[in-house]
């Protein structure tokens, strides 16, 4: 089975802190996303990649950036959290090209104070 | 660009009861398309995916769905929902042509009551 591994499920961070959400998937997916939740507005992409040191911006990047040095991670970064950034983050990957389907993380819930 | 509307936010229901949960897509292309779980303070799981073939999906927990491609609908239906079918449920779409992108409703919250 795929897995994917997001490094924590709680983080409480301070406003102004720099903040990294860590994600590892071990199927050699291609694809892999960073979503946010927030109640009634359902997941929204901030970014993704589709290869090692690729990546595009989704509906929401402001605030966020991303990097992927290896196949396996990737890794969202908040420059300065601000409290509007409390949410939950999704993590999720797949294959690319056709007849694939996401697969996700189990969240990471995060509340700036 | 692909999108997703799922009609309802909130579907209270009886237990045994029969459920749909509700989702339309609009897209120029053509598109895959999936349904999604998800149970409190966890990721999504996949409940059933149409990618080809018959437009009657069956997936897990006793789900099914049916693509109708006129309608441009993907609505979910369980005959008899139990307590444990409680959670929220995500309608999805991706293009064909890519298959790299994945659009999501907004979620419908299924409520089963005792």
């Known amino acids: 089975d795929v897995k994917v591994t997001q490094s924590s499920r709680y983080l409480v961070k301070r406003t102004g802190e720099k903040v990294f959400l860590e994600c590892v998937q071990d199927?050699?997916?291609?694809?892999m996303f960073w979503y946010r939740q927030d109640p009634g507005l359902g997941l929204r992409l901030i970014y993704f990649?589709?290869?090692?040191?690729?990546?595009e911006k989704g509906d929401i990047p402001e605030g966020y950036s991303v990097s992927r040095e290896k196949k396996e991670r990737f890794s969202l970064i908040l420059e300065s959290a601000s409290t509007n950034q409390t949410s939950m983050y999704l993590c999720?990957?797949?294959?690319?090209?056709?007849?694939?389907?996401?697969?996700f993380g189990q969240g990471t819930r995060l509340t700036v104070v | 660009a692909q999108s997703v509307t799922q009609l309802d936010s909130q579907v209270p229901v009886f237990e045994e009861a029969p459920v749909e949960l509700r989702c339309n897509y609009s897209?120029?292309?053509?598109?895959?398309l999936f349904w999604y779980v998800q149970y409190p303070n966890q990721g999504l799981q996949l409940l059933l995916k149409?990618?080809?073939?018959?437009?009657l999906v069956k997936g897990i927990n006793g789900f099914e769905a049916e693509f109708n491609k006129s309608q441009t609908s993907f609505h979910l239906r369980k005959p008899s929902v139990h307590i444990s079918d409680t959670a929220e449920y995500f309608c999805?779409?991706?293009?064909?042509?890519?298959?790299?992108?994945?659009?999501f409703g907004t979620g419908t919250s299924l409520t089963v009551i005792p």
């Open positions: 999720a990957s797949s294959r690319a090209g056709k007849n694939t389907e996401a697969f």
């Open positions: 199927m050699d997916h291609e694809n």
């Open positions: 990649s589709y290869d090692v040191k690729m990546k």
């Open positions: 897209s120029s292309v053509s598109v895959y």
């Open positions: 149409y990618l080809s073939g018959s437009t």
């Open positions: 999805a779409v991706s293009a064909i042509n890519t298959g790299n992108q994945f659009y």
